[in-house]
């Protein structure tokens, strides 16, 4: 009797890791997969992306030197995330710790406003910021699109800095003072060190939104100033072009060692849960 | 001496007004223009009323749009919820290295490249894709499949550029309850899956909420993935803003759908808001 109570048991214990574990390795597969095919087809040696590829070779890597086009969007790209960047963890610092352990409700008003363009629409964003510049006069440029990219990215260096703030121990400060440290020294000795892998945190998640931009580049840009994903968008609206692709491996390898570093440097997994 | 203590710990709020500035200017202001110009009966300006959202709520195909938009991220959150919730279950209980090796595996997608991520979709659902190919080669099908530029496609892609932002709060909630109720609850006699349906899966309503909610907001506002897999027969709010406002140049009427947008979003985020205190209340009962 004993022994069927058991084996029910065990059956029930079965069939649920089993569900679980085969849903979530299905899972698993789905997340990678992308990312393996692209590296995967980006090495091959025919001029369409079938799959599999008829032969492997590196012509569409070679191929990326001569892409101008591309290559002028990823300057521009990376000068306007780095601008933003720039922006967001300075203004975005500022401003969490003028808001991280006040109570008052202006700063829980700000901190709310600080954070909202996280669920707003970003292209409604866009839409807005063209009309509003196009109303006082200002033709999109660099600035306007730094400007516009700045408001999306601030959302995650605040949100990160925010909560270093919350976890951080007072009398860490208050010791530092009592031991005569003035206020620019306790920030600089005391605050800033521990807060600094939740701002580079940010600060890292905040650069790659920027980078990644669409919906606000999409309004905020004009022929001078083309981004890579718009200009990588269009390209695969118009035909599949396996310099995209290759183009594609060389973002993925190095988003992957970015990411290493910014898990070496500042835990960034237990900053994104 | 108290005031002076206090002081140390805390930072000027004045500290915040620069960004504070930059928000009203470079946010607000916008915002505000955007819903002045929603109210513009015509393009040349001047003229107030409600014509243009009469336009849209008036308009079946308008309406269309709306309601396949916010219909798709049901359909992608649903799908994203049930593959991603058994991921988080995985990392809870896995060894070291393989939550690792896991949570690389999520935030891999999350920090790659959008038209990255939405290219290689591309890729597999083509008529030469992988997926075509595997079931040619199967002798499965004669004619490739059309998967591109349907709404499954649609809804796969979305789940798989998503699916981080449903797994990660869940093993957030996971990580926070008690591992001893499971064992309680099991040696009160339930079984796994009672155990599961009885104690885990209420306790952690709160990470599933907002998986949820930053799922769905994130899938009917995915202006590239929408675009690029569902192609020029499915449209979705975001390129209906985009071409009422680019390639039409009806500036007022691309304000109106980009307002009733912006107002459906965020009766959503308020929905999922409100369940979210209802489950932090429930969870913690």
């Known amino acids: 009797m004993s022994n069927i109570a058991g084996r029910r048991i065990d059956l029930d214990a079965l069939s649920f890791r089993i569900v679980m574990t085969g849903i979530a390795l299905m899972a698993l597969v789905l997340l990678v997969a992308p990312t393996v095919v692209v590296i995967w087809v980006s090495f091959t040696s025919g001029y369409s992306l079938k799959f599999p590829p008829p032969g492997y070779s590196l012509r569409w890597y070679g191929e990326l030197w001569n892409a101008w086009q591309l290559q002028f969007a990823m300057m521009n790209s990376l000068k306007v995330a780095a601008w933003a960047t720039g922006l967001s963890v300075l203004l975005g610092v500022s401003a969490s710790l003028g808001i991280a352990r006040s109570p008052t409700l202006t700063a829980k008003v700000l901190d709310s406003l600080f954070l909202s363009p996280l669920v707003l629409p970003a292209l409604a964003f866009g839409l807005s910021s063209l009309m509003f510049f196009s109303m006082i006069g200002v033709p999109v440029s660099p600035l306007t699109l730094i400007i516009g990219h700045t408001v999306v990215s601030v959302p995650f260096v605040v949100r990160n800095t925010v909560a270093s703030l919350a976890q951080m121990n007072p009398s860490l400060l208050e010791a530092s003072s009592s031991l005569g440290a003035g206020r620019w020294y306790g920030f600089r000795r005391v605050t800033l060190p521990l807060i600094r892998p939740g701002i580079m945190a940010g600060g890292f998640i905040a650069f790659m939104a920027s980078f990644d931009n669409v919906p606000v580049s999409l309004f905020l840009r004009d022929a001078a100033t083309d981004m890579l994903p718009i200009r990588m968008w269009q390209d695969l609206e118009g035909r599949l072009d396996v310099t995209v692709a290759a183009l594609s491996g060389v973002l993925i390898v190095a988003t992957i060692a970015l990411m290493l570093v910014m898990e070496r440097a500042a835990g960034l997994s237990k900053r994104l849960t | ?285």
């Open chain 2, 1 to 285: 001496m108290a005031a002076t203590l206090r002081d140390v710990t805390t930072y000027d709020l004045k500290l915040a007004a620069p960004l504070a500035a930059g928000f009203v200017l470079f946010f607000v202001t916008p915002l505000v223009i955007l819903l002045a110009l929603s109210f513009q009966t015509d393009q040349q300006g001047g003229h107030y009323g409600l014509t243009q959202y009469v336009n849209f709520l008036g308009d079946s195909f308008s309406l269309g749009v709306l309601g396949s938009t916010l219909w798709l991220g049901v359909k992608v959150t649903v799908l994203t919820l049930l593959l991603g919730y058994p991921v988080a279950w995985l990392h809870q209980r896995s060894p070291g290295w393989a939550r690792g090796l896991i949570m690389l595996l999520v935030l891999l997608p999350l920090l790659t490249s959008v038209v990255v991520r939405t290219f290689a979709w591309v890729v597999i659902l083509g008529r030469q894709g992988i997926v075509n190919a595997t079931l040619a080669w199967l002798g499965l099908i004669d004619t490739p499949l059309k998967l591109l530029y349907t709404d499954g496609g649609v809804v796969v892609a979305l789940a798989q550029v998503q699916m981080p932002l449903m797994v990660l709060p869940i093993i957030t909630a996971l990580s926070r309850i008690d591992p001893n109720l499971a064992d309680a609850s099991s040696v009160l006699g339930a079984g796994h899956w009672r155990t599961f349906r009885k104690v885990i899966l209420p306790l952690s309503l709160p990470g599933i909420v907002a998986g949820c909610l930053l799922t769905y907001a994130a899938a009917i506002t995915a202006f590239i993935t929408q675009s690029l897999i569902g192609g020029g027969q499915m449209l979705f709010m975001p390129m209906y803003i985009y071409q009422q406002a680019s390639t039409l140049q009806n500036w007022p009427f691309a304000a109106a759908i980009s307002i009733v947008f912006l107002v459906s979003v965020l009766v959503v985020v308020s929905i999922f808001n409100a369940l979210g205190r209802l489950s932090r209340g429930y969870a913690n009962a």
